[in-house]
């Protein structure tokens, strides 16, 4: 009897594994979370900054089988900075609606497991000359000509519904600031929730 249903019990566990991690899924949620940016200069001599916080939210899909994925996210985001520039200081709060296209892997089984993914991500900017919703038809519309570049790389772990992730986003497009050019490098750390899976 035992041997019957420690039998089970391994088929079972095999069944759920291999649908978790092989057969074709598609999930659909919600994320928020924090971030620290800060800014690398080819000016270093005459700008600096320190790291503050800043927030994300939006939403996120996935696309999976045999244990890989391909993420899609939109979300807005502030990126605040405090600058020294020539000797007087200034507060810089840039704000974006963020695509980042991640691919990716997981690891785990019964609803519990680790992923890893890497990918770009392109910024369509909100600011005097692009209000929000014209970054967000830029970004549904994926025209990122003129907006801004970066790379992400990161893990996360999923509980049943919840995820949490913690992600490096480097800076590639310069952008103009005083005497110099910078790129906005960041931290961020989010907390997500799966609306639908199918």
Known sequence: MKKIILTLLIFTATISFASAQVLPSFQFGAKAGLNLSGISSSASATLSS??????LAGFWARFGALGFNFQPEMYITSKNVDITS???EAKQKFTSIDVPLLFGGKVGAFGIGGRFYTGPVVSFAVNKDQTF???AGNALRLNYKDQNFAWQVGAGLDIKKIS???RYEAGLTKQDYGNGQTRINLFNLSLAYRL???
């Open 50 to 55: 320190s790291n503050q916080a800043g927030y």
């Open 86 to 88: 020539n000797g007087s």
């Open 196 to 198: 639908a899976k199918l």
């Open 164 to 166: 949490v992730d913690l």
């Open 133 to 135: 919703t014209g970054a």
